[in-house]
């Protein structure tokens, strides 16, 4: 018969190789340094609270001080947040505030992320229908960081549409 103390000490022996296999699921996760992991399906959008499912439109930005990075489902929550919050976070709106956004061409867990600002914005349904996609390249119809930021404040405002 196994005693109560056995059990206990198996347990804790196998801790470390239960925490080695799950931390292996997120090895197909390729975070740039100074951004956050996010938590697939758990974590929520700064902006919106919507949890931040659909991994080819996610978002994030870091730029604070104290380390503190803000996860986004939509891009177009991204840019609302930076117009909503440039007096409660004079930071945002530094150039070297960093923002990432997902790469429509992101395959299962393997997210490609790309420099927001430089990224090029093709009409793609979004999770909160600001309908914008990132890409890497240019393509037909895309536009830029600047113009999908116009569009996306006129969208919020009622003022555009596709």
Known sequence: MISRRHLLAAGFALTPLAATLLSACRKDEN??????PIIW???TCARC???????RFAAEISGAAN????KFDDIGCVVLWLRDKAAEYPW????ATRI????????????IWLDARAAHYVNKTSPMGYNFGANAQPQAGAVDFQTMRERAVARECGGYSN
């Open 92 to 95: 945002s709106g530094e150039p």
């Open 31 to 36: 975070w740039p340094d100074g951004m956050k």
């Open 41 to 43: 399906d758990r974590d």
């Open 67 to 70: 380390g503190a990075v803000f």
């Open 49 to 55: 609270t919507m949890v931040i499912s659909d991994r």
């Open 100 to 111: 990432w956004v997902a790469d429509l061409a992101s395959k299962g867990n393997h997210v």
